[in-house]
């Protein structure tokens, strides 16, 4: 076995033991003390690695922590290796209570958070000690940026990730891979809007040609939205929600529609922003408030990343290891990265499934591999 596997195979105990510890801090995106708490808490964990550390306390969400590392391996062409991840969740507090950190026979790990992202955070200080203490040499500095609000689009940390971003060689980005380890060299790229229709109130029953209804006013776009869908062209538009009325018996004033699109291409996403704005009032005396635009531009499967994603391919041969890469429609701070030009190569937690969902888990036998390859990019990007 590869040497550098064994060491990690050795060690994996004290991996889960960590992740354990992060797991047990519930930190939903916008619970601003144990967001606080855990980013101390990582901050604590990389100063013991000698990283100089910076924390950024965002008010009514969390802390953005920024490591330094490596500040002597200045590299001549002056950029530093980025590696980006994020310390919130999905998960509500008290998730914890009724889905508690277990370890399962068949070799998995559960728990709110164990694969987006807690472990690969875990495994990620592994590598760094492993370097530490073994003395492996590296190429450039290192920045590792964790943030507090990617699993509510990044509002506060976008800024952050750009100005780190702009001066890497190379975004690394701890998101879960597609089960398999299958990492991720495309994202589709995100927009949001929210429509809403002003119609007039009036009595349905006494004076209904008074009213003006604003749900079959919003109902016409609702379906001129729908009709824009090509998924051969990976174009997807859904309206998730709609809301509007009061009561069965008054004309609604006013009704309102949230709509998700994605797409390959940012040129498809301008047009479907040109078309949401331009949409016009279908009944008289209606009014229509569009507001919204495109969140993450994608991740487009560039040169750069194919082949960001061959040196890593490369890698994990080394130790024994087939890394397959795929394009995928979520979006992450990979969208950030990769839309500055920046190689950037995604999914690079640890193996396992059900980001988001209730079988949330991680496969243990992948955490000395994954520990490994985070551990030869850093030394070799
Ligand atoms: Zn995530």
Redesign the pocket.
């Known amino acids: 076995m590869n040497a550098l596997l064994e060491y990690f195979t050795a060690r994996r105990d004290d991996v889960l033991s960590l992740t354990r510890q992060l797991v047990e801090r519930e930190t939903p995106s916008r619970a601003e003390a144990p967001l606080r708490e855990i980013a101390a808490f990582v901050a604590e964990r990389f100063q013991e690695l000698g990283a100089y550390v910076e924390l950024t306390p965002v008010a009514g969400y969390g802390t953005h922590l920024c490591a330094r590392l490596h500040q002597d391996a200045a590299h001549t062409d002056g950029q530093q290796l980025l590696i980006v991840g ?1 310390l919130d969740t999905v998960w509500p507090l008290g998730t914890l209570a009724r889905l508690p950190f277990r370890i399962t026979e068949a070799g998995t790990a559960h728990g709110p958070g164990v694969f ?2 807690k472990a690969p955070i875990a495994a990620l200080l592994e590598a760094l000690r492993a370097i530490k203490q073994l003395n492996l040499s590296v190429n450039r500095p290192l920045t590792v940026l964790l943030t507090c609000d ?2 509510i689009g990044s509002r506060t940390s976008r800024a952050l990730v750009e100005e780190e971003a702009r001066k890497s060689v190379a975004a690394l980005v701890l ?2 891979p597609i089960t398999g380890g299958v990492v991720k060299t495309g994202r589709k790229g995100i927009g949001v809007y929210e429509i809403k229709a002003k119609g007039r109130a009036a009595h349905a029953g006494l004076d209904p040609t008074k009213g003006i209804n604003a749900i079959v006013e919003l109902a016409h776009h609702t379906l001129a939205l729908a009709a824009l869908n090509d998924y051969e062209r990976g174009v997807t538009l859904n309206v998730g929600e709609f809301n509007g009325g009061t009561t069965s018996n008054v004309v609604p004033a006013e009704a309102v529609a949230h709509v998700d699109l994605r797409f390959w291409q940012q040129s498809d996403g301008e047009h479907l922003c040109r078309t949401i704005e331009a949409l016009q009032p279908q009944l008289d005396g209606a009014e229509l408030e569009i507001k919204g635009g495109i969140n993450r531009p994608p991740m487009e499967r560039s040169p750069r990343n194919v082949a960001l994603f061959e040196h890593a391919r490369g890698l994990a041969a080394e130790l024994g290891h087939e890394l397959k890469d795929t394009v995928v429609g979520g979006g ?1 701070d990979g969208n950030f990265t990769a839309a500055l030009g920046v190689a950037t190569l995604d999914g690079l937690g640890i193996d396992g499934a059900g ?1 988001h969902a209730e079988h949330e888990h991680i496969l243990i036998e992948d955490i000395p591999r994954r520990t490994a390859l985070l551990t030869r990019l850093i030394q070799t990007l």
């Open positions: 994020h987006d992202m990617e699993e998101e879960p992450s980001a």
